[in-house]
């Protein structure tokens, strides 16, 4: 299977670098898995395609203000770090720039000394093992130094950091957003709960792996790199409720079907847990939980268009999206979305 396989052509003036006034307000593309039907929505239209008793599955975690601008302690030389996974208590991987500068035993200042960095290792790719020192809280020092990590495609400036965050946001750990949640507002929530739609909660901190462009030609050699997830025991049981009773299991967004899919048994059942999870998902591969899926427009050749295409089929996909680029969709974090049923 070809990397080139999954390419499509995208101009430029289609990536979204902006949010929209009005969350729900964005277009809906609903693709048909059966017959590659394609109907044109607004978002807030999902109303009409989900049913009492199906289980919405939303990731809840929560984007750290994860960039940080420090200075190197000698040389003064700048240097941006951008936080990726916490390793153990102090000390997160991390991506630096320029990586040159931080070898190990570097040390960075951030915020004149509120907050310190020392390089302590290096790991696959040439990420920075990075322990920090700190007085008081590092989730409020954080909030004080750190900026939100926008993708490297969005080059405005936001206004409003809880903008690339979902409503539903609970607890801190992801370097991007799942951003096909980011589509919700409370009102819609409640709407579709007083619809009988059970909505089922799930925890998996996003890293910069699941976004890393595919550099090998052959899609199977690709790594992926492992993300934290946890299911408690109640979304369980409100996910295998759903399940037992004929309904439809729903995941809002790529970072939802791969915990689902990481945990779920033969039967499609899930259990309370939590781990970490490299799963990479790619046509051929057989779903054994979901039903359904909303999630966003993809990049070219990336991990999570491989994702969908394997939901939907990679030709029906491919034309999905050609049909959005001559319809003047919005792609990527801030842009329109897809419900594939």
């Known amino acids: 299977m070809n990397v080139k396989d999954f390419y499509y052509e995208l101009p430029p003036e289609l990536i979204a670098q902006d949010p929209l006034a009005d969350r729900s307000g964005s277009r809906l593309m609903v693709l048909g898995r059966e017959n590659g039907s394609i109907q ?14 199906d289980c919405l599955v939303i990731n809840n975690t929560k984007v750290i203000p994860a960039r940080l601008f420090g200075i190197k302690e000698g040389t003064q030389a700048k240097i941006e770090v951008l936080l990726l996974k916490r390793i153990k208590e102090n000390v997160w991987e991390t991506l630096v720039k320029p990586g040159k500068k931080a070898k190990i035993g570097t040390r960075i200042q951030f915020g004149d000394g ?64 799942p951003t096909a949640g980011l589509h919700f507002t ?28 595919v550099k090998t030609e052959n899609v ?36 939802s079907t791969r915990t689902l899919e990481t945990v779920a048994d033969a039967s499609g059942h899930v259990k309370e847990t939590d781990g970490w999870t490299q799963i990479f998902i790619y046509p051929g591969y057989q779903f054994k939980c979901i039903d359904g899926l909303i999630t966003n427009f993809h990049l070219p050749e990336s991990t999570l268009l491989m994702l969908v295409s394997a939901l939907a089929g990679r030709e029906p996909i491919l034309y999905a999206y050609q049909t959005a680029v001559s319809s003047k969709y919005r792609f990527f974090s801030f842009g329109d979305a897809m419900l594939i049923l």
Do not use: C, W
């Open 114 to 177: 509120i907050l310190t960095g020392e390089v302590v290792d290096i790991a696959q790719e040439g990420n920075r093992h990075i322990q920090f020192t700190y007085d008081g809280i590092f989730e409020e020092v954080l909030d004080k130094l750190g900026e939100m990590p926008l993708p490297p495609y969005i080059t405005h400036q936001l206004e409003d950091q809880k903008r690339y965050q979902t409503v539903y946001a609970k607890y801190d750990g992801s370097a991007a957003a």
């Open 186 to 213: 409370p009102e819609l929530l409640s709407q579709l709960l007083d619809m009988g739609v059970e909505i089922a909660e799930i925890t998996l901190h996003v890293g910069l792996g699941t976004f890393r462009p």
């Open 220 to 255: 199977l050699d690709h790594h992926m790199h492992e993300e934290y997830f946890s299911i408690t025991a109640s979304e369980a049981e409100k996910i295998n409720r759903a399940k037992d009773r004929g309904h439809r299991i729903i995941a809002v967004g790529t970072t």
């Open 40 to 53: 044109h929505r607004v978002f807030r239209d999902i109303v009409q395609y989900l049913k009492p008793g």
